[in-house]
């Protein structure tokens, strides 16, 4: 009984703690007793916005009202309303720090979310995402009856009618999750030139929310922004070499890089068939596992996610605490990359994952690490498979105002286009695209393509793990881009968590166009594996996750934290 009793005090005591340390840091100045069962939107998990949607706290309207900027016109005219309307994204997505997280909202996602609540009321909810607003990179189609525009962040795309939503946004929709808007992002994915990440000629530049002006990383750069500071409960984004681990990692979230062929590309505006892949940036690995279970599976128009097992599996079931016990991890150094900063914090998590019962191998070098380091065959890959699958993807739309068909057209657009597209003095490259106009599929192709495969899977991460009888690699996810390129070509998967923060005594860099590096950039910490080994890194995410709780131990700068919150709409 009295162990019970003082149980009972020490979790009182921890809860009043967290709330007067962590609760009134999260919502800066606001009242928050009279509403104390609402969730922070800052933080909110998808399971806290489903009970609290469930126990009708509040509606998916209420919450689209607060994550949405528009709708405004065509439902209410009234001044508070329009307030509470433009809220969060309106906060700081054009005025304030002007993050230009967001490129569109979703004209349709007000009636969506009323469809919702009226048939979660009458019928229950879909899924564990029914009524969730969830936001797109402006790489993934959506049907055009929403009102949205699919552009990768380039005007030559906009208006273009895709014949259907991405699968992915299709298995978003089925589920029940609101698909809010869609977010800005390194046009094309990074693949035009030499640009800063974040910036496209639709969304201009976007920036981090932890340091004025900083580089939000990228190419999944909005759907990371508008995450971590809550503009939604959660985001899709996509990677071919690096862009959902690293603006997850930059921006603060968990991210999952899954297996090309775990999820469906198709009605995503490719790079490359190879290595492309579309996965959750999320705010816990709990959020980005109940998303990544949804968005999977086999699709007949990706014959790629064929190579999966026959059934999904529900990847919630991963969140186990001890999951990191008797678990092998290795640490090729090579490839951690040169940050003091965070080779000290990655030194500090080995000794926090050893402490929960892993065992880790340091080092375990890739055996072919130098090769790897000096291949240059991943850039003829993508480059001769962007020029094809670009192609393929304009040609299976059904509408483009533009006329642009190929790459040649688009190379013509963006110089017919210059005051949108080549913007000096920072975004006048496209040499990208012009090194991949020049490619043909022929012998040299074919002979790299299958180099990445032996070097990244055979000689790169399956034989390391082999070699080492590791279950995953770990690393730093800021600064290894080496060891995501063995990733990126093998087409492996990789779960990143949070891992720490630049210290305050780091100088900022110069803006050129963004700040490089700036006290309180957030770093990660990169769990990767073999094929569809997906569950099992969720699993060593997890527990390190709840082991060290590190995303809430720095917010966002005060400016870039969005004050509206539900209490500012229920009812209004
Ligand atoms: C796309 O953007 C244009 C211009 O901003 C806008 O008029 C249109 O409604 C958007 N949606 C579609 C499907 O074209
Ligand atoms: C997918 O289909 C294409 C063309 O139909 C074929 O060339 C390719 O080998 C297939 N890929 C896989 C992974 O099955
Ligand atoms: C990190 O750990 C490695 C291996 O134990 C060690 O060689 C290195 O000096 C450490 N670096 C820092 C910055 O702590
Ligand atoms: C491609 O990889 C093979 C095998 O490692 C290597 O011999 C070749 O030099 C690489 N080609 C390029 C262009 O890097
Ligand atoms: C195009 O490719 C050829 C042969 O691969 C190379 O010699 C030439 O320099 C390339 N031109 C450009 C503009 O990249
Ligand atoms: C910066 O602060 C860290 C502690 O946060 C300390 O270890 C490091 O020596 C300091 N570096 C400089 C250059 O002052
Ligand atoms: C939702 C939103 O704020 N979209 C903006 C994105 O950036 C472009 C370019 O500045 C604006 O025109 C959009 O209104």
């Not at 739309?397 to 003095?425: Q, R, S």
């Not at 490619?439 to 495969?453: C, I, P, Q, S």
Request: net charge negative; proline share 6%; aromatic share 8%.
């Amino acid at each position: 009984m009295q162990k019970v009793f003082s149980r009972f005090i020490l979790v009182f005591v921890l809860v009043l703690v967290y709330q007067v340390f962590v609760g009134s840091a999260l919502v800066p100045g606001q009242d928050v007793s009279s509403h104390a069962a609402l969730p922070d939107l800052y933080e909110a998990s998808i399971a806290e916005l489903q009970s609290g949607l469930e126990q009708g706290l509040f509606t998916s309207v209420d919450l689209v009202k607060v994550d949405s900027t528009f709708c405004i016109h065509s439902l209410d005219n009234d001044q508070n309303v329009r307030q509470a309307y433009f809220a969060r994204i309106d906060e700081v997505n054009l005025q304030g720090p002007t993050l230009r997280a967001v490129i569109e909202m979703n004209p349709s996602a007000l009636s969506q979310a009323a469809a919702l609540d009226a048939e979660r009321k009458a019928t229950g909810p879909r899924s564990a995402l029914h009524g969730i607003p969830i936001l797109l990179k402006d790489n993934i189609a959506t049907e055009a009856s929403d009102g949205m525009n699919t552009t990768a962040g380039s005007f030559a795309l906009l208006g273009s009618i895709p014949p259907r939503d991405a699968t992915v946004a299709a298995k978003l929709r089925a589920a029940g999750a609101v698909l809010l808007g869609k977010a800005n992002l390194s046009e094309w994915a990074h693949f035009r030139g030499n640009l800063a990440s974040g910036f496209s000629g639709r969304g201009g530049q976007a920036t981090c929310p932890y340091f004025p002006q900083a580089d939000p990383s990228g190419s999944s750069s909005g759907s990371g922004i508008g995450t971590a500071i809550g503009l939604t409960a959660a985001a899709l984004g996509s990677e071919t070499d690096g862009s959902i681990i690293s603006p997850s990692s930059r921006n603060n979230l968990v991210g999952i890089k899954p297996t090309v062929g775990r999820t469906s590309r198709a009605g995503v505006i490719p790079i490359s068939v190879h290595q492309d892949t579309v996965g959750p940036m999320a705010r816990s690995v709990a959020d980005a596992a109940a998303i990544l279970t949804i968005i999977s599976g086999r699709d007949p128009l990706d014959n790629f996610t064929f190579a999966q097992p026959p059934v999904v599996p529900d990847f919630s079931k991963a969140l186990k605490p001890n999951g990191l016990k008797g678990v092998r991890l290795g640490v090729p150094r090579l490839f951690q990359g040169s940050d003091k900063n965070i080779i000290a914090a990655f030194n500090a998590s080995i000794e926090i994952i050893r402490g929960l019962g892993a065992t880790v191998v340091d080092p375990a070098e890739f055996p072919d690490a130098e090769e790897i380091l000096a291949s240059n065959n991943e850039t003829i890959v993508l480059d001769t498979d962007f020029k094809v699958d670009v192609k393929n993807y304009i040609s299976g739309l059904l509408k483009v105002p533009t006329g642009v068909t190929d790459l040649a057209d688009l190379i013509a657009f963006n110089i017919a286009h210059a005051d949108e597209e080549l913007i000096p003095p920072f975004y006048t490259d496209q040499s990208e695209f012009i090194e991949a106009e020049n490619t043909t599929v022929d012998a040299a192709y074919y002979a790299a393509l299958a180099a990445d495969k032996d070097l990244g899977q055979t000689r790169g991460i399956d034989g390391t793990l082999k070699k080492f009888n590791l279950d995953a690699i770990l690393l730093p996810s800021e600064g290894t881009s080496f060891a995501r390129v063995a990733a990126a070509i093998a087409g492996y998967p990789i779960v990143a968590v949070p891992l720490g923060f630049q210290p305050d005594n780091v100088t900022a860099t110069a803006a050129d166009p963004v700040i490089e590096n700036a006290p309180g950039l957030p770093f990660g910490l990169a769990f990767m594996g073999t094929a569809f080994s997906e569950f099992d890194l969720i699993t060593y995410a997890f527990a390190y996750e709840q082991a060290t709780h590190t995303r809430l131990k720095r917010l966002a700068y005060p400016a870039a934290i969005p004050k509206t919150q539900l209490q500012d709409v229920i009812g209004k």
